[in-house]
């Protein structure tokens, strides 16, 4: 067996293995009766110390290295190999015992969290939090020298687990410039006539909201052959290979958009990992290896920019509905008989400051994203306190959206992510808005006939052409690689500020805003 | 770190990979797109060959070795380091090359099983079967010379991995004693006129079958907040340690005992493992090593003697048709309202001779396995070559069931389990039969009150006997180990044969057959 044979080899082990953590995770969200949860846990830690143990198996590290030295081999096995043993250098710097702490508090801070929310009790929450704080702390400074260097900030270290080549530096001048544009325009908006969207909370049969919701999975090119879909608490895509790419939603019987338009944003995260070429599969370019989860595309943001891409460029346009709103009120007859195309169209995109971050419109999503990086910025850099975490949260709320938070609940314990541990991911879902408008933009230029077959219902050329663009590489590029590769320039907020303005100033009847032209450079 | 705990600690390692393989197996019989099928083969080769690799460590014998001599060590330690001694000897008799070409072919023969069975088509499943019996004797005569020394059947390595202790001497005179009670009972029935049945095969919506279902498991004691019933194909119960045990059965429109005797079947199984004494989960105790499967039971054989005794002892019994007819009669008013509970309970015991095995009665059905055990015998044994296999069965169905085979698909191709290279499975299902009335009937006589009980639905009592004797031993004790523990004796065949004769001679109105008092002696 060659050098490149046994880096493959063990590849291929390791991909499975995460592979197996993801079915065991699926299983666990949608499937597994309650008294399970104990063993699952179990089986997953076990897992999880296999594959840390495989992938920090001396042996592995020199399969990698010899692979990345040898000349004869090709980009892609190049690639693989340097992903491969920086992976090997970052989980070398974590000590052992600070990943299992960190993997027993996660479970316990999870429960105690989801007590606090349920009971509206922050206290109940603070140590366990305070807990993880720490030992997110510690992790970034494991990480951190490695990631950023000296003049970088700890947060760093922890972004770049979800979003490589990020950095504060270049995240924070992106916020100060969507805040600039989002702001005035959320303000513009409100100074407008609210239109009504009473009907969305009717009665829809979830039966039929399944069936559409499918078919609509279906149409944008999702293949159920290689997935399926189902319902779960919190609606998620997951892959298990290319083969085996499944999504989730919940059917709310008195609230339509949120599988509606569930479905569709995780039928793009599903597009992309079923686009992925099948020579990935099994590779270290379909692996989070620091993160031990099978995934194929680039990156956190990377992956959203496809969920809010199929999910609000196409899912929420004119375009769209208009072809599609007469089998949708066929299906719900009793919901939407009464109501027309216009009247959906703007409920369905209407933009109201609200407490609860899963529930926000395009515009003041973002709001509640910076809020949140904000806050774990400073509790990660060591300048707030737990305990003052609700009344920062507060604050912001106040001065961003204008509204009262009235419980903590509806507040500061609203989000899974720091039970989790998840501190650095809250920008990708901002970068991902980002990112799918620039895509969009590269698609449009390569295709000039796109808007016209999307007002046709033809979404195969747009789907082709990510697919060829970014989905077939898998993790193979950075994001800024891939940006680059694929639209000339990195991240450039100004395609998606462009896009908000002149969305919302059609649906609003507003002056076109001039801010959003103040900027062009990148960030 | 003890000893002790390096080998509960492996133990609980070993477990989880057996337990994370069943689950993986669970979802592609259940949940996986198609598409899946490939990606999930190299998932559980993975996994099998990490579970291969981690009980072959010697660190594991060597922390099993010192277990077994610390004199510290309670009973069940002793026991859990013997049995993890005794798999670790048997399976480094197996070359690892073999175990990868029986992996290999196993998926390569049920393709073509599957095709040759579609397509009535022997020969196009021979080569692969031959193939298949070579490997099979080859891995027999691997395991053999540890098994059964040299006056053994070379077949007893393989019975030995489904029922440990089970030889072919003690096997076939089995046979012979149930042969002839079997077959003058069987021509005795067919001498009176036929029960009618024909209104089994009317319309029985599959939403109310999987509803009765689901609540006659509940009553047997089935805990769904460790269990869920789903629909397969086949019919099958697999758990992922005691707290997450699974079940599922196939609702036909048009066949209602399918879904209802299937389900208590299944949840005859399921008790078994709810029922696994908590402190044996992660453990050697819970853990088939040699089959790479995590299973609670003790053997094969047990295990299908009370998924027998739940279906059949309780589920086709006078007392318990009596206590639920009415409520299955107002679930299927449509098909069952014209229908008398005698004439229900007549048609659900009907004994005819018929080509299938999983379609055949309680009597019938032990000469379909004998017919199996048979062929295979000859063939592990080299006494039978595949090409006269065909012939061979049709002879057999003509002699014992007086039926001819109009076509291999409904003849020899008819089971999974050869292609699958299960040689040596087959005896357990009547071995389970013969265990599930000497069960019964210690049971009896443990309680009293027993019959009383179970007239008016009290199924407790019974349960808890079964987990206190049986369940809660996991695989601590072998089956003959188990039965002298509960019933004071071995395998003994007289109270099934005793069992037989009485339920049918009251069904069928005969008079009391004689010759099942012959023999008293244990087989």
Redesign the interface.
Known sequence: MTTSNEFQRRS??LN??L??IN??TW?ART??????S???A??LA??SA?ARERLLDPAFEESARQTGQDDGQDDLQQRAASQALEAVTAMRRVPEALTRELALLKSEAQDAWAAAKQNNDFAAFEPALTRMVDLTRQLSAALGDAASGEEGHPYDALLNTYEPGMTVKTLLPLFERLRAHHVPLLRAIQAQPAPRSDFLTRFYPPDAQKTFSLAAAERFGY??????LDQSAHPFEIS??R??VRITTRFQEHFLPGALFGTLHETGHALYEQGVDPEL??TVLTSDLLGLYAVGGASYGTHESQSRLWENRIGRSAAYWKLHYPELQSTFPEGLSDVSLEEFLRAVNKVTPSLIRVEADELTYDLHIMLRVELEMRLIAGELEVKDLPAAWNARIREDLGLEVPDDARGVLQDIHWSSGMFGSFPTYTIGNVMASQFYNAAGKAIPELEAQLERGEYAPLREWLTANIYTHGRTYTPHELLVRTTGEGLNPQPYLDYLTGKYSGLYGLEHAEQTQEHKENV
Chains 1, 2 share one sequence.
């Open positions: 291929a082990e499975d293995l592979c197996v079915v065991l299983d499937q597994m009766p309650g008294g399970g104990g063993s699952r179990q089986q076990t897992l296999l293949d159920t052959g290689r997935g399926r298990f290979t083969e085996d599969s099994r």
